[in-house]
């Protein structure tokens, strides 16, 4: 342990910046008095949506997490073994060309593996890291020195990330809830994890690492019921060291996702993890046997898709048939959160309407609503002329269609969401600009600060209000 510590105060020394609230880029010095996240119920207006991809990396982590205006963050990075090869590859199926923040939950191997390959590909082949945010509790392992060595090579800012900072990720609310000062359980990695809730409108999202039992308590006594969360991702693969009663009963969320392996040599997610959230009745999503697994968020309601349609009882989630690590499916919808706690889609994927010949994967004919004009390639440079990219929709029914609620999104899961009250009649058209502007009649605007449509390929996907996907308008 000695000799870890001094590998990081060598890096500290050469220049790392010590978070004691994130600066330059990151907003604010939070004290130890910074304001607890909170959950009031007062519904708030959103501009876009955030996509949260649960990434099937086998034994081990990975989250990718877009917010409205295609700002990226990223929680771990996969397991040694693979050095970040799964990773990478789906960023790059993804059109992910920059990450502005790359969360290390903790420094086990299992979560860093891809730490070193991936900071060497943005900052050498892509558009950069923006910075990197750690809890400080080192490791002996190469994995961890490879990346600290990777950082140091390529000069990535580094914040040591502590309970009271925050991250300035856009409208998006990044509240880091954990480790605590001083550290738990002497310096224990795993409960000494960085804890994250992202809120967005009236969801959130808790993100806890490898939190164990003395974590989880520590975040119970700490902020009790401010822990709720729409979405919790199972802390430590599923182990019974985690989720536990007390914890489950703070979050209270609505759905959960596990990461583990599906022949997992620990037996995660153990047994009694799963009856646990049995006795809540609490839908659960396991990346071995759901694949990739993709939450969009609009502010009040959460769509989920995965690759597998899986059974999501947990008593049951064994049942499903394991699915192969990297596999490059597309992801199908297969429920929908809504504010209330009801879904519109049963969990095994099926519209829950009298129609059983339907196929929810397929779009939902919606009189009317075509595309007319995608104007991917803005004049000169993309990002000097945001609103010159477009998507130009038609009403070619005879009916005036209310858009209020529907989304549009990219193949990389980037949404924007119609505001309340906004009609198209019949025989009218109306263009969605990139950038900001005055929303008018016949102008809509995303509100990005970049890109959203991929100039060499890329998919309008437009779903109504119930979560029923309209259309699908491919261009190459």
Known sequence: MESSRNLTTLLLVAGIVILAGCAGGLSGDPSPASPEPTNESSTISTNGSVAVHYINVGQSVSTLIVNPSGETMLIDTGHYNDDGEYVIEYLQRHDITRIDHLVTSHAD????????????YYETEADGIGAVYDPGVASSTQTYAEYLDAIDAHDVTLYETREGDTINFGDVDVDVLGPPEPYLENDDRNENSIVLKLTHGDTSFLFSGDAEDDQEAYLVDEYGSALESTILKAGHHGSVSSSSDAFLDAVDPRAVVVSSAYDSQYGHPHDEVLQRLSERSLPAYWTATHGNIVLTSDGQNITVQTQRDAPTDPNALRGGDPIEVGSTDGVSDRARIESDGTTSIDAGGNETSDDTDSDPDEPTAEAGLTVAEIHADAAGDDRDNLNDEYIVFENTGSDALDLSSWTIEDDAGRSYTVPDGFELAAGDTVTLHTESGTRTTTELYWGSG????NNNGDTVI???????????EAYT
């Open 462 to 472: 437009v779903t109504n209000a119930n979560g029923e996907r309209i259309l699908e």
């Open 109 to 120: 191997a299992d979560h860093i593996g891809g730490n070193a390959a991936l900071i060497e």
């Open 450 to 453: 970049s890109p959203i449509w």
